[in-house]
């Protein structure tokens, strides 16, 4: 979804929106990857503010 700043930018033209193949993924397949990684302690930054 979009909010037009100027009216009728987007004209009267149909507008399709394609989702990317590269956005689906396989769950458990993210999650042995994530398995395999070296674990690291959880903290806090005081840039994560």
Do not use: C, H, N, T
């Amino acid at each position: 979804m979009v909010k037009e700043l100027k009216p009728e930018a987007l004209d009267v033209r149909k507008w399709v929106y394609y989702d990317s193949p590269v956005m689906k993924i396989d769950e458990q397949e993210a999650g042995r990857f994530d398995e395999s990684l070296e674990k690291m302690d959880k903290k806090f930054q005081p840039s994560q503010e």
